[in-house]
T-cell receptor
Framework: EPEVTQTPSHQVTQMGQEVILRCVPI?????FYWYRQILGQKVEFLVS????????KSEIFDDQFSVERPDGSNFTLKIRSTKLEDSAMYFC????????????FGPGTRLTVL | AQTVTQSQPEMSVQEAETVTLSCTYD???????LFWYKQPPSRQMILVIR??????QNATENRFSVNFQKAAKSFSLKISDSQLGDTAMYFC?????????????FGKGTLLTVNP
């Protein structure tokens, strides 16, 4: 069964460093998302991406964040200058041909900022 | 704006018994979708069940079923014949199909423990 994959599973970085989190969505899906979950809190929407552009972004998704689909398979989230409060689990999700199709999540990347 | 409320931070159930997790939501849209996701200790988010608001019939997926009360804006999840592998955090989520909204809105979750 197709699934969303994410790498790395755990990333440790120093405050102020740039990180890139990588995702491979399900191959025939057209809509891509990033969510984050700070430990003990609920899952929060960051950004959605369709047709090679951002469809919607949350207040959390400020200028430090960017997304890219550099080729036909990868979908990346870049944080330019990490802060301590960026420590969280980051989930990538994808959905199929319709915007209301179910979103399927990857296993997440745990980001720890020291 | 959508809101999703899960009023039970934690619940426990004995193996083989039935448990119901509560969820209420608020939306101004007529067309929307509701979901339950499961997050086991591995922290992967796994889809449990999906309900379209325009469908009157409650969704069912094997041992998992929902009680969708549209007027009350309630969407509870019933797990029958609970198994140890059902131990997880369960998140209720909603998705509006109107306008430019592309996001899932999640509740805070209910931690379910299935005891042997």
């Amino acid at each position: 069964e197709p699934e969303v994959t994410q790498t790395p599973s755990h990333q440790v970085t120093q405050m102020g460093q740039e990180v890139i989190l990588r995702c491979v969505p399900i191959s025939n899906h057209l809509y891509f998302y990033w969510y984050r979950q700070i430990l003990g809190q609920k899952v929060e929407f960051l950004v959605s991406f369709y047709n090679n552009e951002i469809s919607e972004k949350s207040e959390i998704f400020d200028d430090q964040f960017s997304v890219e689909r550099p080729d036909g398979s990868n979908f990346t989230l870049k944080i330019r200058s990490t802060k301590l409060e960026d420590s969280a689990m980051y989930f990538c999700a994808s959905s199929g041909g319709g915007r209301t199709d179910t979103q399927y999540f990857g296993p997440g990347t745990r980001l720890t900022v020291l | 704006a959508q809101t999703v409320t899960q009023s039970q931070p934690e619940m426990s159930v004995q193996e083989a018994e039935t448990v119901t997790l509560s969820c209420t939501y608020d939306t101004s849209e007529n067309n929307y979708y509701l979901f339950w996701y499961k997050q086991p200790p591995s922290r992967q988010m796994i889809l449990v069940i999906r309900q379209e608001a325009y469908k009157q019939q409650n969704a069912t997926e094997n041992r998992f079923s929902v009680n969708f009360q549209k007027a009350a804006k309630s969407f509870s999840l019933k797990i029958s014949d609970s198994q140890l592998g059902d131990t997880a955090m369960y998140f209720c989520a909603s998705f509006d199909s109107g306008g430019s909204n592309y996001k899932l809105t999640f509740g805070k979750g209910t931690l379910l423990t299935v005891n042997p």
